[in-house]
Structure formats: C-alpha cells, structure tokens
C-alpha cells in the first residue's frame, strides 16, 4: 500500500513539474523558410511581464544592425536587443505585447506558448487576422 501511494505522488509530482512548464531561459530560432538556426533568444520576466532579447547570433553576420527599425531601435545591433516586450500570461499563453523582426523593422502583436513537448515555443506575430508562426526550440 506505501509503495503505490508514492507512486501516485511521484506520479502527480511529474505531471504538475511537465505541465507547468516555464517559457523563461533561452531558445534557439529557426527561420521557418530555410529552416537554419538564426539566434538564441533569452526570455525573462521584469516587473510581472515576459520580455525576450538576441543574446547570441548563430549567422555569419554576428555583427548586424536593425538597418530597417524605427526609433531609438534603428541601426542599433541585433545583439541584446530586445525584441519581445511586455506580454502578460493569460492561462497558458504569453500575449498582450510585440514582437520585433529586425530583419525588416516591423513589429508586431505577439504570442507565446510551450508547445506539447515542453521543448518547443509557438512563437506567433500578427497583425489583425493575418498570422505568422515559427517554432523555437529550447536551449538546454
């Protein structure tokens, strides 16, 4: 009887750890066209809300300036920059703030969830009903 009571809590101690996986730390992005790995984003919270910034850049270009951005983000380096700003959990989606693509300047509304094997981030961008999603991997 003690042997299958420990059981069951290892058992619920397992799925509660899996299901409430964190999507802070850091993921490597893949451009969904040519599939190659372009960056390692830090993802973290400040003052209750999720921000994510460039902290590696696995291309040729590790030098690369935001050429296209507006504001004080323009010609500044990819490197560090943050590029997804003040999202707020809502049940198990991140959304409520942007996304930047330094490749083109254009921000856009954003959102973030685990994916179903706690190792992969939907990372989705858009612009009224027009979406675009890429999905990111988790770097151990």
């Known amino acids: ?28 992005t893949i451009d969904d066209e040519t599939g190659n790995e372009k960056s390692i984003v830090e993802i ?4 209750g809300k999720v921000y994510g910034k460039i902290v590696e850049i696995l291309t040729e270009n590790k030098k690369a300036v935001c050429s296209k951005c507006d504001g004080d983000k323009k010609n500044q380096p990819i490197l560090n920059m943050v590029i997804i700003e003040g ?37 989705r961008g858009y612009v009224a009903f027009f979406y675009k999603t890429q999905y990111w991997k988790r770097v151990n």
């Open 1 to 28: 009887m003690k042997n299958k009571f420990i059981i069951v809590l290892a058992f619920i101690f397992t799925f509660n750890v899996a299901s409430s996986q964190s999507i802070l730390g850091k993921w490597k």
């Open 44 to 47: 973290y919270e400040d003052d």
């Open 87 to 123: 999202l707020e959990k809502d049940d198990d989606v991140y959304e409520g703030g942007t996304i930047l693509n330094p490749e083109n300047g254009k921000e856009y509304k954003c959102r973030l969830k685990i994916g179903e094997d706690q190792d992969t981030l939907q990372v």
